[in-house]
């Protein structure tokens, strides 16, 4: 029986990696070592996208779903080994170099073309891919037209053979911070006001802790002037820290 198309991938790829390893062995110069981390990267990236591939399609089938899982990233975890950040980063590739399919079942072409082409040929890493996703998923960026948002997209593309993934994503900001230039618009609302007072008690019940927030200036200025009043040294070699006698003194007006 001839063996199946995963069966005899792996085989292959077993030898592939074997002989790889072979060829890196204590007789190796070193151009062939140089030569084996090209290759290695190189087919790491091949990997790369069949991962992708294969998650865009499990994600658009809703596998991981119909077997109880309320994420990919928790199934991930439990198949691979993976962690969430691992997971998040594939999928981030999967949700964006992936060609998609609409509602209506039409073959729609991926959320960043020109970085998908890029990674399909190997120029671009997962890393890369995550970078260009931030850079243009960020608040700047939707203020962005779609034609300008298209046109950053191509120009990171076209800067991913030269860069790093972090290089990447410094120019990406730098770029798409200069096509908004006008920046968000001005937020004309009211500030809130808040008057919070929180109370944390210690699990042994010995103490605790109190933190508060006053945005109404007459409210905190009564506070303030009833602890003021009772926080003075009460000698003039009282030893007791500033905040030792406010807390004191707040006690003391709660009639302790």
């Known amino acids: 029986m001839p063996d199946s198309p995963l069966t005899l991938a792996h085989r292959l790829l077993t030898e ?47 596998t ?22 691992d ?24 959320r960043l073309p020109a ?11 997962l890393r ?15 203020r962005l037209t779609p034609q300008v948002w298209a046109g950053a997209e191509t120009q990171l593309a076209t800067w991913i053979p030269d860069c790093t993934p972090g290089e990447l994503q410094v120019r990406g900001t730098r770029l798409v911070d200069a096509l908004d230039a006008d920046g968000p618009e001005p937020d004309d609302r009211p500030r809130p006001t808040v008057n919070e007072l929180h109370l944390h008690r210690n699990p042994d019940g ?9 945005d109404d200036a007459a409210m905190f200025d009564a506070i303030a002037t009833l602890i003021d009043a009772g926080a003075r040294p009460r000698t003039a070699d009282d030893d007791r820290t500033p905040a030792t006698r406010q807390a004191e003194a707040l006690a003391d007006a709660c009639g302790f």
Request: net charge neutral; glycine share 14%; no cysteine.
């Open 206 to 214: 010995t103490g605790g802790r109190l933190a508060g927030r006053y």
């Open 16 to 62: 592939a990696v074997d002989a790889l390893a072979a060829a890196t062995g204590p007789g190796a110069g070193d151009a062939e070592l140089i030569s084996a981390l090209t290759l290695a990267e190189g087919a790491a990236r091949r990997l790369d996208q069949v991962v992708v591939g294969a998650l865009a399609d499990l994600e658009r089938r809703g």
């Open 87 to 110: 997971a998040k980063r594939r999928l981030t590739a999967a949700e964006q170099v992936r060609p998609r399919i609409g509602l209506d079942g039409a073959a729609l072409p991926p």
């Open 128 to 142: 890369h891919v995550e970078a260009v996703a931030r850079v243009l998923g960020s608040d700047a960026a939707g």
């Open 64 to 85: 991981f779903a119909e077997r109880g899982y309320r994420s990919t990233a928790g199934a991930l975890g439990d198949l691979l080994g993976w962690e969430r950040t």
């Open 115 to 125: 970085t998908a082409q890029a990674f399909d040929t190997g120029a671009a890493s």
